[in-house]
């Protein structure tokens, strides 16, 4: 079961990120704010969820929160800054996009570079602790999971309508056939 609220006092956005660990593509993050009341008996992590189950969720999570913002920080910027700090600042873009403005975010993981004054509790796990950070975790999966889609359709040999970018024995196995393409990010070790 997923605790609402770290504190029921403030305005809380939960945040999190998709797309950290992948040979290709952006990195997304999602903020969202919901109700006091919400509840949705399918809501978790979006690691412990079904395609279909965060295709389900996505909706409702837009339509019943309060706010939600969705950005993405490009593969080449990731190469320019890294993979943690671009993972930052997708986090912020989709913070920034929130009205009302959160005093607290809740931080999916343990590193969060502080957005300008607002308070913030990292949470190891906490996609599977927090509501608002499951919902957030659902529309950044949810938001990349399109985007590669779409971009598969342009270099469709490597497989990411599938893999969606992470380094599965198939996408290797492509890039050591085809090479790297504009989508890859450079900086890794693949």
Request: aromatic fraction near 10%; proline fraction near 4%; glycine fraction near 6%.
């Amino acid at each position: 079961m997923l605790e609402l609220f770290y504190d029921i006092n403030k305005t809380e956005a939960g945040v999190d990120e998709a797309g950290r660990g992948c040979y290709a593509g952006p990195v997304f993050a999602a903020a969202v704010i919901l109700p006091k009341d919400f509840y949705h008996p399918l809501l978790n992590d979006s690691k412990k969820l079904s395609e279909k189950q965060r295709d389900i969720l996505r909706p409702i999570i837009e339509k019943e929160s309060i706010a939600y913002g969705v950005a993405s920080v490009d593969n080449n910027e990731i190469d320019a800054i890294n993979i943690l700090q671009a993972s930052f600042k997708a986090m912020h873009l989709s913070i920034q996009k929130l009205i009302p403005r959160p005093d607290l975010l809740l931080i999916d993981g343990n590193r969060f570079k502080p957005y300008k004054k607002t308070a913030h509790q990292c949470i190891i796990q906490g996609d599977g602790k927090y509501s608002s950070i499951a919902a957030a975790s659902i529309l950044a999966k949810t938001y990349r999971d399109d985007y590669m889609k779409i971009i598969h359709a342009e270099f469709d040999h490597y497989g990411w309508e599938k893999n969606k970018g992470y380094g599965t024995a198939d996408h290797r196995k492509a890039i050591a056939l085809y090479g790297l393409c504009k989508y890859h990010r450079k900086s890794y070790k693949i």
